[in-house]
């Protein structure tokens, strides 16, 4: 007898904790109404990547040493190193030198391990093509210089979180010459000089 | 919008006494302008038969195209996104845009599916959704027919419904459509049951089946009177059961994409597709106009203006306060309706979706009887106070 009246209410009490969860739940949805997109207008707005960012990879042809290095510490040996050795010279001399990216993962050892740094980082992401043979880049598509989201004029630059003022979270209508929270590079460098005086 | 009330006189004596004034007569004004002009009486009825049906239709469908601009703009908002904005103004033409392109997009048929029941499949879906319209009031004339057995014809009409779901999912040829169907057709044959009591706990209360009777029983003390304060489980139980029945984010199994691709409307595009995504979005307005008629006192204004009307002195047949009074009572209609829409849409981005074994339990162990005891308690609290439960 007093079995039952127990589960009846441990049953009604479950339903009522159903009931405010779903209210809790609602209360949370309920908030977002009032909270702000958060979309960027992708062909109109763009993002702009950050220092570290692993884009498309720059090359430098005539730094290029020919050692290998970058096919050595590749994860998938992707970068194709064409060179012949000159006898006269006693010097490797470089050819062709290309990256598929349509394999390339932009782990960024190449970069990291390049000894006369001819390989270098862009900020370069959008490498949509119809083709995926279009992807494998030469020496020259290598050497173009990156495109830049600042210097478009068709398109509106938008920082990133880490890169608006303190407190902000709206990159849009942001003050001109508004700086980020926290030091820029310079200026730490600057403080441990006058440090070190 | 419409009318319809024959005569007051086809009102049961009872009601005369709250209703002295007949508010605004769209139906006896039309025949009789067209009778001066020289019309018989019997051509002047047929001309006048089809307008509040069209205006219905066209209300009917305005109204989807109002709610899923604003699911999208409301999902948008849940999820920190913009929704549609270059259609129109704020992408108000966004729902026109789909519909056009439902339109013209090929009727395909897949092969050895049923031809016949594929194609009546949608009608049969939609035709009772449009035709309960019949019995919503946005005003005290301002309905189709005042039926007095309106709010059955509802009942009667939305269990047409799976049929339908049944029949485009097995003529599909198609096993999620099948199983789509099925779960459709046990899932409304088990949320019916509750939805019927928590109707009749109303019914009861209001001594009538009719939806005029069920808003006039709420009228007179504003925000007070509404039976949302007489049927607290109640209106919980019918509001369950009314997202059950319009296949809404918690219960909308029988199309759950991630598991179903899209249910019984797997197999279909084109016009038919568009049958089925307009009759569930009539289906939703339907259920919350029905809701706030049945709850939340219908075109009632929270604060009588009735009352207002004779603090400030003004005759309950003036002609701009009754124009006045119709105005402000469909926009409540709308606006109480369009609020229900509201809280569904934050619920589909609330909740999960349950499973078909919780939904069956949910249905047959929790909302059954809690409903039977419900309708039990509003029959002993009318024998115990008659004068607040309609005795």
């Known amino acids: 007898m007093f079995k039952i009246l127990k589960q009846v209410s441990d049953y009604a009490q479950e339903s009522f904790l159903a009931a405010k969860y779903i209210g809790q739940g609602l209360s949370v949805t309920f908030d977002h109404m009032r909270r702000r997109p958060v979309t960027v207008q992708y062909p109109y707005e763009k993002l702009i990547p950050t220092e570290r960012f692993r884009g498309r990879i720059h090359f430098e042809f005539d730094k290029c040493i020919s050692c290998e290095v970058c096919v050595r510490v590749c994860p998938i040996n992707l970068p194709v190193v064409d060179w012949e050795f000159n006898k006269e010279a006693k010097k490797k001399e470089l050819k062709h030198y290309s990256i598929d990216f349509g394999v390339c993962i932009f782990c960024g050892n190449c970069v990291e391990y390049c000894p006369t740094n ?80 | 919008m419409v009318r319809a009330i024959l005569a007051p006189s086809k ?90 392109k439902l339109v013209f997009k090929e009727d395909t048929l897949s092969s050895k599916s049923d031809r016949w029941l594929f194609t009546l499949g949608p009608v049969v879906v939609v035709i009772p959704v449009f035709l309960s319209y019949l019995i919503v009031p946005f005003g005290q004339n301002l309905v189709i027919t005042d039926l007095n057995v309106g709010i059955f ?54 001594n009538s089946l009719s939806t005029i009777d069920i808003v006039q029983q709420q009228s007179g003390y504003g925000v007070l009177g509404w039976n949302i304060w007489r049927q607290p489980v109640g209106f919980i139980i019918f509001w369950i059961a009314a997202l059950a029945e319009c296949e809404r984010l918690p219960f909308d199994l029988p199309e ?87 809280l569904a849409i934050l619920m589909r981005w609330t909740v999960p979706r ?33 004068f607040a439960f309609g005795g």
Not at chain 2, 160 to 178: D, H, Q, R, V
Not at chain 2, 269 to 284: P, Q
Request: glycine share 8%; net charge neutral; aromatic share 10%.
């Open chain 2, 153 to 206: 014809l509802w009942i009667a009409l939305s269990s047409i419904t799976p049929i339908g779901l049944l029949m485009s999912g097995y003529a599909s040829n198609n096993k999620y459509s099948l199983l789509g169907g099925l779960r459709a057709a046990a899932q409304s044959i088990s949320y019916e049951i509750p939805l019927a009591f928590a109707v009749l706990a109303i019914v009861m209360m209001s």
């Open chain 2, 256 to 342: 759950a994409e991630e598991e179903l691709v899209a249910g019984y409307q797997t197999e279909y595009s084109g016009m038919k597709f568009a049958l089925f995504y307009l009759g569930s979005y009539v289906n939703l307005v339907l259920s919350a106009l029905i809701f706030a008629i049945l709850y939340l006192g219908g075109w009632e204004s929270p604060i009588p203006i009735e009352k207002l009307a004779g603090l400030l002195g003004v005759g309950e047949t003036t002609p701009w306060l009754q124009a006045i009074a119709a105005a402000i009572g469909i926009t409540m209609t709308v606006l109480k309706a369009y609020l229900l829409v509201f």
């Open chain 2, 11 to 100: 009102r049961p004596n009872k009601h005369l006494a709250w209703q002295m004034n007949t508010g605004i007569d769209l139906q006896g004004n039309f025949l009789q302008t067209l009778k001066d002009i020289g019309l018989p009486a019997g051509v002047a009825k047929a001309l006048w038969i089809p307008l509040p049906l069209f205006l219905m239709l066209v209300t009917a469908t305005v109204g989807v195209l109002v709610v899923v601009w604003l699911e999208r703009k409301i999902s948008a908002a849940a999820q920190q996104r913009i929704g549609p904005e270059y259609a129109g103004p704020l992408g108000v033409l966004q729902p026109v845009a789909d519909g056009v």
């Open chain 1, 118 to 197: 001819c390989l270098s980082m862009t900020e370069e992401y959008e490498l949509a093509s119809y083709d995926r043979h279009e992807l494998n880049y030469d020496n020259v598509a290598l050497g173009r210089l990156p495109y830049k989201v600042t210097d478009d004029p068709m398109v509106k630059p938008l920082r990133e979180f880490g890169y608006l003022p303190k407190g902000v979270l709206e990159p849009h209508d942001l003050a001109a010459g508004s700086k980020r929270a926290g030091k820029r590079p310079e200026e730490i460098i600057k403080a441990e000089e006058n440090q070190k005086a």
């Open chain 2, 354 to 386: 349950v499973r078909i074994d919780q939904l069956l339990n949910l249905g047959w162990k929790f909302l059954l009887p809690v409903s039977l005891v419900n309708l039990l308690l509003t029959a002993a609290l009318k024998l115990t106070f008659p």
